[in-house]
């Protein structure tokens, strides 16, 4: 499938869509108005990669609402150049998103069957991540840390301690915790034992789930 004038413009429709729901970071618009979104869905979703929701994708999964998206990553404040460590890689299309802001993309999935088709599917479409990791998002990934940003895309029932700790000072870890619904919490590290919490709203993901499958 490729991508269109028609695709563009329900690109830019959407931009505006999430402008309205006050999105402001311009990185965040542009990466989304640059990235074709359908490419990342099932083919019978496709009419509806544009609308602002989640869909499913295989394993029972979904690609989260771009609204989501965008708000998380503004949350991470991300700069060209920043490494930041995504818990949760799904259909990659938060993946895209980060890599298309000049970020160094570390990202964990612990379903293999969507670990294996977005490690093929990504780099076709041209977005390359540093490393695709089969793995459990808890832990983290010390050997690569510490991070400028660590964006979790399932939520989780508690802050795993790991991930507080791969930050660097000055680093951002956004999370959504919670059981059915979670709060989207920011935490900023501030030293080496100091770290802001803030809340920032509501939101429903699929569940941060523990080992591999
Ligand atoms: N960022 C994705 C969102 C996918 S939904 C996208 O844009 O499409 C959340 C993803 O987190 C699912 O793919 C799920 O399998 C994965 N996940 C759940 N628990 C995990 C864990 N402990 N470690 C890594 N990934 C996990």
Redesign the pocket.
């Known amino acids: 499938m490729k991508d269109t004038h028609k695709h563009q413009g329900l690109r830019n429709q959407l931009v505006k869509t999430l402008e309205e729901k006050g999105i402001t970071d311009k990185n965040v618009l542009n990466a989304i108005a640059n990235i074709p979104r359908h490419l990342?869905m099932d083919s019978g979703f496709v009419d509806f990669a544009y609308q602002d929701k989640a869909f499913p994708?295989a394993?029972d999964?979904?690609?989260?609402q771009p609204y989501t998206?965008a708000f998380q990553t503004e949350l991470l404040e991300v700069k060209a150049n920043d490494t930041i460590l995504?818990?949760?890689?799904?259909?990659?299309?938060?993946?895209a998103?980060l890599i298309e802001m000049g970020a160094k993309v570390y990202?964990?999935?612990?379903?293999k069957e969507?670990f294996k088709k977005?490690s093929l599917f990504l780099p076709k479409i041209g977005y390359k991540p540093k490393k695709m990791i089969f793995?459990?998002?808890?832990k983290g990934l010390a050997e690569n840390a510490p991070f400028d940003g660590i964006?979790?895309?399932?939520g989780a029932p508690f802050v795993p301690k790991p991930l507080l700790s791969q930050l660097k000072i000055g680093g951002r870890l956004v999370i959504p915790i919670g059981d059915d619904i979670q709060t989207m919490t920011l935490f900023i590290r501030t030293s080496e034992k100091d770290f802001e919490k803030h809340e920032l709203g509501k939101f429903r993901?699929?569940?941060?789930?523990?080992?591999?499958?």
């Open positions: 990342f994708i394993a999964q979904t690609i989260s998206v995504e818990i949760g890689t799904g259909s990659g299309y938060q993946t998103v990202t964990i999935e612990r379903q969507l977005t793995g459990d998002g808890y964006i979790v895309t399932a993901f699929v569940p941060m789930l523990k080992k591999r499958n």
